[in-house]
C-alpha cells in the first residue's frame, strides 16, 4: 500500500510540475482546457469543477503550487501558497502590463510627428513597479513616499481682483547653468491636484526633475491651503481659473522674453486644460501637459463610489478636502453654504453638492461636473501642443471616461495611457524612488519643446 501511494504521488507529481511550467504560459481557460486529460488523468469530476466554478487565474496558481509541493514532500502548505502566489503573480503582471503604452492623436499633426521623434520613452513598455503594480496600491503609496529635494522655494502672495490671496511657490534655479540668464530661463508653472502643494511628493519630485533640466519653476497654491488667510467665501474648483491666469500674467509682465510651459495634475489638470481652451490663440503659455486628467468628471465620480474605490480612496479624499477647504476657513463662509450638511458629507459628491457647487453658483453637482469636462469642442479649442498622460487604471479617472475619439480629430492634443500607473504615480521598475515614467516622459517632452524641436 505504501509503495503504491509513493508511485502515486511521483506520478502526479511529475505530471503536476508539467503543468505548472505549462500554466504559466497559457491563459487560465487554455489551462483548465487541458485539465481533464492531463493533469486531471483519473479525476474528470474535479477538473469539470473548476471550470463550472469558473475559477479566477489567481486560485489556480495557488492551487498548482500546493498540489506540486505538497505531494513531493518538499515543503509546507504555507511554502506551496508562497510558490503558488508567485507563480500566478508573474502570469498576472505579464499579462496586463509590460506593454507599449497606447499613444492617440492625429499621426499627420506637427504634434504627431513631434512626439514621434523627439519622445522615445513613447516608444517603449511601460513596467509598473514589480512588487505592488495594482492601482491603487501605487496611487497610496506614491502619496506616502518621501520626496525631499534640496530645491530652495520662496512663497509669494498673490491677489486676485475679486480679493481673494492665492500663493505662488517660485524655485528660480539661479545656478542654472544651461539657462544662466534670469530674463530668458524658461519656466514650468505647477498646477496640482485637490489637496496638494509644494509639499507633496510628486510634485517635490516633479520639480526636481525639471530643475536638474535648468528650468525655473513656479507651484501655484490654492486659496486657504497651508497657512494662508482665505478672504473671501470662494475657494477653488476645476472651472476656476482666475488665480492661474493672475500667475501667467505676473510672470509676463517679469519676464516677456521666457519660454512658459505648465503641467496640470488631477485636478489642476482641468483648470490647465480649461485654461488654454478658453485663451485660444491668445495663449502665451506655449506648451502644455496633463497629468492624470479626470476628463469627465461624471464618470470618474462613478468610477470613485465603486465599492473597490469608495472606502478606500474616495472617504479619505473627502476628509481631507474638509479639513484643508472647509474646517480652516468655516467661519468666512456664513449662510452661503449649509454647514452641517458639509460637515456630515463622506463622499466626494456629496462634498461638492453642498460645498463646492453652491460657493461657484451651480445648482447642483450635476451642472458643475458637466461644466467641468473637457468635451471636443475644449479640446479642440486648444491652439498650443497639450500632451496628456494617464493610466488604463487610473481609479480616479477611468479607461471609459477618457475621450480617445475626441483627442484623435484634435489638432494640437495627444493622449498617452499606459497599462497600469494608478492615479498621478506611474512608479517604475524596481526602485519607486527612481524617476517615474511621466517624469522621463516629460523631461524629453520639454527638453525638446525649449530647444525649439516643435
Known amino acids: 500500500m505504501r509503495l503504491q501511494i509513493t508511485a502515486f504521488k511521483t506520478h502526479y507529481t511529475k505530471l503536476i510540475f508539467v503543468q505548472f511550467i505549462l500554466a504559466t504560459y497559457m491563459t487560465p481557460q487554455q489551462w483548465l482546457t487541458k485539465n481533464d486529460s492531463l493533469l486531471f488523468a483519473g479525476i474528470p469530476t474535479y477538473g469539470s469543477l473548476l471550470k463550472r466554478m469558473n475559477i479566477r487565474a489567481g486560485s489556480v496558481y495557488v492551487f498548482v503550487g500546493m498540489i506540486v509541493y505538497t505531494c513531493s514532500g518538499l515543503a509546507s502548505w504555507s511554502i506551496s501558497m508562497v510558490?503558488?502566489?508567485?507563480?500566478?503573480?508573474?502570469?498576472?503582471?505579464?499579462?496586463?502590463?509590460?506593454?507599449?503604452?497606447?499613444?492617440?492623436c492625429n499621426n499627420w499633426t506637427k504634434l504627431g510627428t513631434f512626439l514621434d521623434n523627439h519622445v522615445p520613452t513613447l516608444k517603449r513598455p511601460y513596467m509598473p513597479v514589480y512588487w505592488f503594480a495594482e492601482s491603487r496600491a501605487?496611487?497610496?503609496?506614491?502619496?506616502?513616499?518621501?520626496?525631499?529635494?534640496?530645491?530652495?522655494?520662496?512663497?509669494?502672495?498673490?491677489?486676485?481682483?475679486d480679493g481673494g490671496l492665492f500663493g505662488v511657490d517660485w524655485c528660480c534655479n539661479n545656478g542654472s547653468e544651461r539657462f544662466p540668464d534670469h530674463n530668458t530661463r524658461p519656466t514650468v508653472i505647477i498646477i496640482p491636484g485637490l489637496t496638494s502643494t509644494t509639499e507633496s511628493g510628486y510634485v517635490q519630485s516633479i520639480a526636481r526633475c525639471l530643475a536638474s533640466q535648468g528650468f525655473r519653476i513656479a507651484v501655484l497654491i490654492y486659496r486657504g491651503l497651508e497657512d494662508m488667510e482665505l478672504k473671501t467665501p470662494r475657494t477653488y474648483c476645476a472651472t476656476h481659473t482666475a488665480d492661474l491666469e493672475r500667475l501667467v500674467e505676473v510672470f509676463?509682465?517679469?519676464?516677456?522674453?521666457?519660454?512658459?510651459?505648465?503641467?496640470?495634475?488631477?485636478?489642476?489638470?482641468?483648470?490647465?486644460?480649461?485654461?488654454?481652451?478658453?485663451?485660444?490663440?491668445?495663449?502665451?503659455?506655449?506648451?502644455?501637459?496633463?497629468?492624470?486628467?479626470?476628463?469627465?468628471?461624471?464618470?470618474?465620480?462613478?468610477?470613485?463610489?465603486?465599492?473597490?474605490n469608495k472606502f478606500i480612496l474616495n472617504t479619505k479624499v473627502t476628509e481631507g478636502v474638509k479639513e484643508t477647504m472647509y474646517r480652516r476657513h468655516s467661519h468666512v463662509f456664513g449662510s452661503v453654504i449649509d454647514h452641517e450638511k458639509v460637515e456630515k458629507s463622506s463622499f466626494l459628491r456629496?462634498?461638492?453638492?453642498?460645498?463646492?457647487?453652491?460657493?461657484?453658483?451651480?445648482?447642483?453637482?450635476?451642472?458643475?461636473?458637466?461644466?467641468?469636462?473637457?468635451?471636443?469642442?475644449k479640446l479642440n479649442a486648444i491652439a498650443r501642443p497639450v500632451l496628456c498622460v494617464g493610466s488604463n487604471d487610473d481609479p480616479f479617472s477611468p479607461e471609459r471616461g477618457l475621450p480617445k475619439e475626441e483627442i484623435a480629430q484634435t489638432e494640437n492634443v495627444a493622449l498617452v495611457m499606459t497599462y497600469g500607473g494608478g492615479h498621478v504615480s506611474h512608479l517604475e521598475g524596481w526602485n519607486p524612488l527612481s524617476k517615474s515614467y511621466f517624469e522621463k516622459v516629460m523631461m524629453e517632452y520639454f527638453d525638446a519643446m525649449v530647444e525649439g524641436n516643435y
Open 252 to 308: 509676463k509682465e517679469r519676464y516677456p522674453e521666457s519660454k512658459l510651459y505648465a503641467i496640470g495634475a488631477s485636478l489642476g489638470s482641468l483648470i490647465l486644460g480649461r485654461y488654454m481652451s478658453e485663451k485660444r490663440d491668445n495663449i502665451v503659455i506655449d506648451a502644455g501637459m496633463l497629468f492624470c486628467c479626470p476628463f469627465h468628471p461624471p464618470t470618474c465620480m462613478d468610477e470613485l463610489e465603486l465599492w473597490s
Open 350 to 377: 456629496e462634498f461638492d453638492s453642498y460645498f463646492t457647487a453652491p460657493i461657484f453658483g451651480y445648482k447642483d453637482t450635476e451642472e458643475y461636473y458637466n461644466d467641468s469636462s473637457l468635451d471636443a469642442d
Open 138 to 161: 501605487q496611487t497610496i503609496i506614491r502619496y506616502f513616499l518621501p520626496s525631499r529635494s534640496n530645491l530652495k522655494w520662496e512663497r509669494e502672495i498673490l491677489k486676485e481682483h
Open 83 to 104: 510558490v503558488g502566489f508567485v507563480a500566478w503573480y508573474w502570469h498576472h503582471y505579464h499579462t496586463n502590463y509590460g506593454k507599449l503604452p497606447l499613444v492617440i
